[in-house]
């Protein structure tokens, strides 16, 4: 190595191009790209093998791309704080740069292994790389300057005229061609899973992206609601995993928006996943913010409300048997491919909180061992934004009737039927019969011995939680 290199940790940021920790990193000297296989990941990792293959994917995809820029990502297992220090010694590295997590355990972890490396008289760079707006450039211009917005609204409102920078000069990079020893690249089997299907890497997101803004982007509004149309951007584990930049991506559609011959319909949609993606960084500060709460209601009236650990139907929520075919198609999803459509979530949490009343974070952590995503910050916030503990101006239960759901966003039941195969050849029609309005009707079908019977009349449980939270509320 001719110069000093600085080191460059990657973790959720597995890509080289609009990147801010590299351009932070490249400030100081050619780049030595680091991956550390420490506990948390490994833990993370484990949790889900869609997860874990889809990581080790993007990994040696990263990998794959150093070397066509003359260098290789160096890999070691161990704790951060010990690899960085000696990975310095050996390289004499000055320090070494990352990117900021959102939530509470990693953050924390980060701000010790600032401090540690700082004692050893290493620089040590903590950057924002995952949001598209940084935390502290949206609360740059809160009312109350440098604190978080507990609202999504009011954020809204500021984070649409922000600007959104861009580090789109990989070339400018240069990274360390070294002759350092590394581990093997992380494999699925590592983490108890097999290697999967799934694709993954900065090239698959950029094509995946591309398509999407290609042929979908402009009918977002409909794919949002229709889950059957399956057309949403499916960026979310990209994002996770920052295969691809949220940078890029807003820019991007920000740049359609602004387009004069698109139509009005095309606008409505850039705006509304426009929307989304200010909703994830809005969950990102959020998790900035208030690290606390993870396990902690962000609100503070709802810390002492006693939702329920069991429930008699809470294995069948697990196992998409709920008799709800809507909750129970997403459940399925989810377990089959690692994903679940955005709205279906939202009706398949809400029928876990208040159809069963059982505690969101039952829900999250259920759904954490099935997500490829991982972002305790979004799976966070969207819970208690669900369960009506969290960070909103309506701060309310989502309760959502699964049936009403079911037959405004999927009429002709094609996602149900995608995923619960005992319904395919049952009419439609008949189907709300499943949900116990017509006991004759629901006889002939459950006679087949087929698809679940409902585990809890909507109108009855929904009222029950209702009265259980009045009480709490307003006792
Ligand atoms: C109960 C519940 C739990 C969720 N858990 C997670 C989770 O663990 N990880 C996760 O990444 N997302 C989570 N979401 C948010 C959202 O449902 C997923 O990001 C979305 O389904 C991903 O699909 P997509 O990439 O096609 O999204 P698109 O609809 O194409 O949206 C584009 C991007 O915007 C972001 N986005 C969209 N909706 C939201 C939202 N509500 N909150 C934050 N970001 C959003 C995502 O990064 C997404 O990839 C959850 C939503 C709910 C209601």
Redesign the pocket.
């Known amino acids: 190595m001719a110069e000093r290199p600085f080191i460059y940790r990657f973790t959720r940021d597995l890509r080289l191009d609009d990147h801010a920790g590299l351009a932070v990193a490249a400030l100081h000297g050619d780049v030595l790209p680091l991956l550390i296989i420490d506990a948390a990941l490994k833990a993370r990792l484990a949790r889900s093998p869609r997860r874990a293959a889809f990581f080790c994917a993007a990994a040696a995809a990263l990998d794959v791309e150093l070397r066509e820029r003359g260098s290789r990502l160096i890999v070691r297992r161990g704790s951060p704080s010990g690899t960085i220090k000696s990975l310095a010694a050996a390289s004499h590295a000055p320090g070494a740069a990352w990117s900021a997590s959102y939530d509470g355990g990693a953050m924390r972890s980060d701000e010790r292994l600032r401090s540690e490396l700082e004692e050893a008289g290493l620089m040590a760079s903590i950057v924002h790389d995952a949001p598209a707006v940084a935390p502290d450039e949206s609360a740059a211009a809160h009312s109350v300057p440098g604190s978080g917005y507990r609202a999504f609204a009011p954020y809204f409102e500021v984070w649409r005229d922000l600007p959104v920078r861009s580090h789109e000069h990989p070339l400018l990079v240069r990274f360390a061609c070294c002759d350092l020893q590394s581990e093997p690249l992380p494999g699925a089997q590592e983490f108890g899973a097999v290697e999967s299907a799934d694709q993954a890497g900065p090239s698959v997101a950029r094509d995946l992206f591309e398509r999407f803004l290609r042929e979908d982007a402009a009918h977002y509004a409909i794919a ?1 609601v229709v889950p059957s149309e399956d057309r ?5 584990a990209h ?2 995993f920052g295969t691809i930049s949220a940078r890029t991506v807003v820019r991007a559609l920000r740049e359609r928006l602004e387009d004069p011959f698109s139509l009005t319909e095309e606008r409505l949609s850039y705006r509304r ?1 426009l929307r ?2 200010a ?2 960084d809005f ?1 990102l500060q959020l998790g900035w913010f208030y690290p606390r709460t993870r396990d902690e209601p962000l609100q503070e009236r709802m810390r002492g409300f006693a939702w329920k650990q069991s429930h008699r139907a809470l294995d069948a929520w697990r196992a998409g048997a709920t008799g709800y075919p809507l909750v129970d198609a997403g459940v399925r999803q989810l377990e089959q491919i690692g994903w679940m ?2 709205l279906v ?2 009706v398949a ?1 809400s029928f876990l909180c208040f159809d069963l009343g059982v505690d969101w974070r039952i829900g999250r952590d259920e759904w954490d061992r099935r ?1 490829i ?1 991982d ?1 305790e910050a ?2 966070t ?3 208690q934004w ?1 369960a009506g503990v969290g960070g909103d101006l309506a701060q309310y239960p989502r309760i959502y009737n699964p049936e009403r759901q079911r037959r405004r966003h999927d009429p002709d039941g094609i996602y149900v039927r995608r995923w619960i195969p005992e319904l395919r050849s049952v009419p439609v029609a008949t189907w709300h019969g499943l949900a116990g309005d017509s006991p004759q009707l629901a006889l002939e079908l459950f006679s087949q011995d087929a698809y679940a019977r409902p585990v809890v009349e909507h109108e009855r449980a929904a009222r029950e939680f209702l009265t259980r939270y009045r009480a709490f509320v307003s006792p």
């Open positions: 949002a949403t951007s499916h960026l979310s994002l996770s996943f989304a993606m909703q994830r969950f459509h955005p979530r939202a949490a997500l995503e972002d979004l799976a916030g969207n819970w669900v």
